[in-house]
């Protein structure tokens, strides 16, 4: 019988068991698989990440949150507020994120970058320790805004990963702009200084805003165009305000010139020969005076006068009686005077005759009237007359009761002949129709001038009548004075031209 000797036996492996020693050991492998999955499984747990209000589920490992959100990748600002619990995170746990923004400011031309909380711009201000002076300007997205305005919302601009986490977005910077005021120092026309507190950039700017009025001619040192800096001493020389009336304008304007002669020459104002100004030019500018120029000429006038001339008759025998012809139409003559004259303003104000002469002298006119007498013939109710002068007259009528005289007048009925008026005898003017001159009226008859009348002048004969056969007579009638003429001195040869009723002849 063979005795088991444990210690042979087991150098000498059995061959027939080989494939149930690998099967073993490959599920003690699992097992030992499994217990580790099951162990992580038991060591991994979920917390959840809330970031400006957007939640993550994360899965780690015991740690604690700083470095949980080191390993996420997310730098915590110093002014972002994180709530997280102590010590390491445990399942369910949350981290609360609030993260600040950034802020780039612009203070008087440098740049600022930090991350805040604040809400307005003054909690904005204040935690950073910076004071606003009480004319500093201050711009908040390029739009002007006070320590009381409310700071817009916070914009974030998600990662380009569509798989990106909310503390993964960037955040657009708020702009802040401030213009600190600068002091600087204004000496008007010799006042005293003056202190102007401005924000503005340039010296015009500046002036401006302070209603600093800047009139044509002001000197000013330094120029307007000056950027301004905390300092800058500014002076201003006015030019004198003057105003100069000429020729009923006045004109305005401003220099620095010491005199009356020169501020008009800077104004570009010329004095001309006589010219007057007041006050002199000598005279020391002040200001707002009023300087009064009268422009002064003289001028040589000539001024033409016409003579009058005269109009003449000339008697011409070989022109017949009552005709008439211009022999010279005549003219008048010329009279030129030479004066000197003073104006003023336009004004004449004098007038000086220094010469005088004739240039022409009159020309009579000449009118020739005719003076040749010649019987003519004219056939008639009573016959052939023969006449030397037919006259326009002016005919009326009269009788002895209608001639104005008294009945128990001694010459009541006589004419001026001493004749008993009746038909046939008639009233002239001795002056037109020589007195016993036989005439010829149609209608009426023959005739003789034997009676003369107040009411008979010029161009008029009264037709006589006895009171039994009287005819009233008041009409322009043709009249013929009968063959033979009278001596040629008693001849008027020129008629008068009245009476000058209408001519409503026979």
């Given amino acids: 019988m063979t005795s088991f ?4 036996r087991s150098q000498q492996p059995a061959v027939g068991n080989r494939p149930q020693a690998l099967l073993a050991a490959s599920v003690a492998l699992l097992i030992l698989l499994a217990l580790a999955a099951w162990g992580l499984t038991q060591l991994i747990r979920p917390v959840a990440v ?19 959100l080191a390993r996420l ?21 949350r981290i609360l994120i609030t993260r600040a923004r950034p802020v780039l400011a612009q203070i008087d031309g440098r740049e600022r970058l930090w991350w805040t909380q604040a809400t307005s711009v003054g909690e904005l201000l204040a935690e950073q320790g910076i004071l606003l002076g009480w004319k500093d300007l201050l711009w908040l997205e390029g739009v002007a805004a006070g320590p009381e305005e409310a700071l817009p919302p916070a914009v974030w601009q998600a990662a380009a990963d569509a798989q990106a986490r909310p503390w993964q977005a960037v955040a657009a910077p708020l702009h802040l702009r401030i213009r600190r005021s600068v002091a600087i120092t204004l000496i008007d026309h010799h006042a005293a200084p003056a202190t102007i507190v401005t924000t503005a950039d340039r010296l015009d700017e500046a002036l401006a805003a302070e209603q600093v009025p800047i009139f044509p001619g002001d000197r000013i040192f330094p120029p307007l165009d000056t950027a301004v800096q905390a300092g800058l001493r500014v002076v201003i020389q006015r030019a004198t305000p003057f105003q100069v009336q000429v020729m009923g304008e006045t004109l305005a304007a401003r220099t620095h010139a010491p005199t009356v002669a020169a501020a008009l020459a800077e104004a570009g104002i010329l004095l001309m020969g006589m010219d007057q100004v007041q006050p002199p030019l000598t005279a020391a ?8 120029i009268t422009r002064v000429r003289q001028e040589t006038v000539y001024e033409e006068e016409w003579l009058p001339f005269e109009t003449v008759w000339a008697p011409d025998p070989a022109l017949p009686i009552d005709q008439r012809r211009v022999a010279d139409e005549g003219g008048p003559g010329l009279l030129r005077h030479r004066y000197r004259v003073r104006y003023e303003d336009d004004q004449e104000v004098a007038r000086v005759q220094e010469d005088s002469w004739q240039v022409a002298a009159p020309r009579q006119r000449v009118i020739a ?24 007259v002016y005919t009326t009528s009269y009788s002895p009761a209608r001639s104005g005289t008294p009945r128990t007048a001694p010459w009541y009925g006589r004419t001026r002949l001493g004749m008993t008026l009746a038909k046939g005898i008639v009233a002239v003017d001795p002056g ?14 023959m005739a003789i001038a034997g009676d003369t009348g107040g ?10 009548f006895s009171d039994d056969d009287y005819q009233s007579w008041h009409w322009w009638s043709d009249i013929y004075l009968l063959w033979p003429p009278p001596p040629a001195y008693a001849i008027n040869y020129v008629l008068p031209n009245w009476p000058r009723y209408p001519d409503r002849g026979n």
């Fill in 285 to 292: 500018l002040r200001p707002h005076m009023q300087i009064q």
């Fill in 455 to 464: 009411g008979v002048q010029g161009r008029h004969i009264d037709l006589g």
């Fill in 432 to 445: 037109v129709i020589n007195m016993q001159q036989r005439l010829y009226v149609p209608g009426y008859g």
């Fill in 50 to 68: 809330v970031v400006d209000g957007q939640e993550s589920l994360v899965y780690t490992w015991p740690q604690s949150a700083p470095d949980l």
């Fill in 369 to 392: 009237y005719g003076t040749l007498v010649a019987p003519q013939t004219l056939e008639t109710p009573e016959g052939v007359i023969t006449y030397w002068r037919k006259m326009r």
């Fill in 73 to 93: 990748g997310y730098a915590v600002q110093a002014q972002d507020q994180v709530i997280a619990p102590p010590g390491r995170l445990g399942p369910g746990d």
């Fill in 5 to 8: 000797h444990p210690a042979a």
